[in-house]
């Protein structure tokens, strides 16, 4: 069993490592509670409950800090080397390459591909389907998807969400 005052004063010296490292202590301590948040729920499940801005502010605070952060986001995960969409093996990557040349966005149109990320339980790991359209609308970029064995029909996804947690499939038969 671990030593509780050797962990207290650990964390208590983590949080004081995030105050000396934010622009005021108060934003210290959050970003320490954020880390705290991670550490117990999960990094996917405490981003989600943040802002874009606020979890990477907070997260950069707490590697200023010296606080052990992982290198790359886990709820970025399901690129093995090069089999991302459009060959890529990154979400950094990818981002790339959409800026670099934005019509790719239409080659998904039509295309396979297999849930690698689950977020409910209507899209569970290993789901599979197609995309049927992109399009641009109030609500930023939406993929448009008929997914394997769903009672709803067509579902409509932001882009962000559908290209982090999904992979293109070589073979498909829509069942």
């Not at 671990?2 to 995030?18: F, S």
């Not at 690129?79 to 459009?86: M, N, T, V, Y």
């Not at 290209?163 to 069942?175: C, D, I, K």
Request: some cysteine; charged content about 20%; proline content about 7%.
């Amino acid at each position: 069993m671990p030593d509780k005052t050797a962990c207290l004063t650990l964390h208590a010296g983590y949080l004081a490592a995030c105050e000396q490292a934010a622009p005021s202590p108060k934003e210290g301590m959050t970003a320490f509670l954020t880390w705290c948040l991670a550490k117990v729920c999960g990094w996917d499940e405490s981003r989600r409950k943040l802002s874009r801005s606020t979890w990477y502010r907070h997260v950069a605070i707490c590697r200023q800090a010296g606080l052990p952060v992982p290198e790359h986001s886990p709820c970025l995960h399901g690129f093995e080397s090069g089999s991302g969409w459009f060959g890529t093996a990154s979400w950094k990557e990818l981002t790339a390459c959409i800026t670099r040349e934005p019509a790719r966005l239409y080659q998904l149109a039509g295309k396979p591909f297999e849930i690698v990320q689950g977020w409910d339980a209507f899209y569970p790991e290993g789901t599979t389907g197609v995309v049927l359209w992109l399009q641009y609308g109030n609500r930023g970029w939406q993929v448009e998807v008929m997914l394997d064995g769903s009672p709803g029909g067509n579902e409509s996804l932001s882009l962000p969400r559908f290209l982090r947690r999904t992979q293109p499939v070589e073979a498909y038969e829509h069942g």
